[in-house]
């Protein structure tokens, strides 16, 4: 069986009951450390091995503590409740040597099964007005010191609407909008555990605004509405409040279905430049 790059990098190992290991890929680094969406695939990971019989993450709320680095984590899972259709379970993900491990995210996560719900999304949110693939923006012609600062946009296909990447340019909109289709690098299709990720990795939306650079994820939170059809996903970020030296950036990702699959809000503090 032939696993994905996604897979391999978040991948855990059970090595004790509500202990997992982690070897955290410096191929998903962003600026001053490791990406906080990659980090709740894998925290996302132990938590579903933690209650297997409710495999797929309906809501996650994770506060990040400390940037992560490349290299080993252990991930802890506490099942705080495990009953009817749902269970919420408390984890922790942390780094160090032995005796001086730091926690780097704290997150509760409510876990169930997907497929015994209703199949459809009703919503009266308006699905990205994305141009045809071949009309958008290719993240390889992303500016070098983007690149730079994100090597993990090698990980993954991204093609802007060519009307929204004024930044690149030094011309950006001031909408605080960024949009773009979305797809894994070696064509894993998309899954519940996959959108924890992806609703993480546009560029902060506050380049739309002027202000590039590194934004910090203070808390992020992550609502997972169906499984997504395979194929092309469809990412919207938005801004709309800037205040105190930190902005909020809500997410949509929509499937090939047409289908509101996964929402997010996160807050973050502003690029220092």
Not at 103 to 118: E, I, M, S, V, W
Not at 196 to 219: H, I, M, N
Not at 233 to 238: A, E, P, T
Not at 253 to 270: C, E, F, I
Request: glycine share 10%.
């Amino acid at each position: 069986m032939v696993t994905s790059e996604y897979d391999a990098h978040t991948a855990v190992t059970r090595t004790a009951p509500g202990d997992y290991a982690a070897q955290l890929h410096d191929g998903w680094v962003v600026g001053g450390g490791v990406n906080g969406g990659y980090l709740l695939g894998a925290v996302g990971n132990a938590v579903r091995a933690s209650v297997p019989d409710k495999p797929h993450p309906f809501s996650v709320s994770a506060y990040y503590l400390s940037a992560s680095v490349p290299g080993p984590a252990r991930i802890t899972t506490e099942v705080k409740r495990d009953g009817g259709s749902v269970a919420t379970v408390a984890a922790e993900l942390w780094q160090g040597a032995p005796g001086q491990e730091a926690a780097r995210l704290t997150a509760l996560a409510t876990y169930g099964d997907l497929g015994t719900l209703p199949d459809g999304v009703e919503t009266t949110a308006a699905e990205p007005d994305l141009p045809p693939r071949d009309r958008c923006v290719p993240n390889t012609m992303a500016p070098e010191d983007v690149r730079r600062m994100a090597p993990m946009m090698e990980r993954f296909d991204m093609l802007f609407h060519p009307e929204q990447v004024g930044w690149a340019v030094g011309q950006p909109s001031g909408n605080g909008v960024i949009s773009a289709w979305f797809r894994l690098k070696d064509g894993r299709e998309p899954d519940p555990i996959s959108l924890l990720t992806v609703v993480d990795l546009l560029p902060p939306v506050t380049f739309d605004l002027g202000r590039p650079g590194w934004a910090p994820t203070l808390e992020l939170t992550v609502h997972v509405r169906a499984v997504p059809a395979a194929g092309w996903l469809k990412v919207r970020h938005q801004t709309r409040n800037v205040a105190g030296g930190m902005f909020e950036e809500d997410c949509e990702v929509w499937d090939s279905a047409g289908r509101l699959v996964a929402q997010s809000r996160q807050l973050a503090r502003l690029p220092r430049g």
